[in-house]
Structure formats: C-alpha cells, structure tokens
Nanobody, 125 residues
Framework: QVQLVESGGGFVQPGGSLRLSCAAS????????MGWYRQAPGRQRELVASITRGGTTNYADFVKGRSTISLDIAMNTVYLQMNSLKLGDTAVYYC???????????????????WGQGTLVTVSS
C-alpha cells in the first residue's frame, strides 16, 4: 500500500498564502512524479500543479505566477506554496503520486497512481 498524508490546508483571506505538504510512505520503490489536484463543490477534479522526479513542473493556468510546487525526493514529500489566493481557489486539494511499488513494477513500466484523502482550503473574507 501507498499512503499519502496531506497537511497545510485551512482558512485564509483573499490575498493570503498557504503551503500544502504531502508525504508519501509505504510500498514505494521509485517515485516518478507527484502533484496536486483540487475539486470545488459541483466541479470536476482538476490539476493544479505537478512535478517529476527530475524537477519538470507543470502548472494550471489559474495558478501560474502565484504558486510554486517543489519536491523533496529524499523525504518523499511534495509541497505547494500558494500565494495571492482568490475566492475561486476554495476547494479540497488532493495530493497525487505516480510511483513504482517494486523493482519488478519499475522494469515492466507498471506505475501505481496514489491519492491522498484531501485537505480543505477555504478562501474567504
């Protein structure tokens, strides 16, 4: 099993900042990439940002310029620094990890897609 434990969500006023953290543990041989998704009420889950083991990042247009994703591979932890938060950023934020759970899975290119339980971010005045 692969466990993802998120932290850092909470209540913040518009224009404020939050830093989300997500630590991966369990049956992990190799982490290929980690990222953050979000889901607002009545909307589909959408990508916020992702980062590969090699450091390649990808950001959704709605966070470009005001968020930074980083990966501490030694700690199996991904971070998302969010600044200039807007009302529309209110959502449950989910951590995602694409991992290989064994050497055999790695050799056969059989990754596992893990999800965290989600952490609520509320932006309100």
């Amino acid at each position: 099993q692969v466990q993802l434990v998120e932290s850092g969500g909470g209540f913040v006023q518009p224009g404020g900042s939050l830093r989300l953290s997500c630590a991966a543990s369990g049956s992990i041989f190799f982490i290929n990439a980690m990222g953050w998704y979000r889901q607002a009420p009545g909307r589909q889950r959408e990508l916020v940002a992702s980062i590969t083991r090699g450091g390649t990042t990808n950001y959704a247009d709605f966070v470009k310029g005001r968020s930074t994703i980083s990966l501490d591979i030694a700690m199996n932890t991904v971070y998302l620094q969010m600044n200039s938060l807007k009302l529309g950023d209110t959502a449950v934020y989910y951590c995602n990890a694409v991992v290989f759970r064994s050497a055999s899975d790695y050799r056969s290119s059989n990754p596992f897609n893990a999800w965290g339980q989600g952490t609520l971010v509320t932006v309100s005045s």
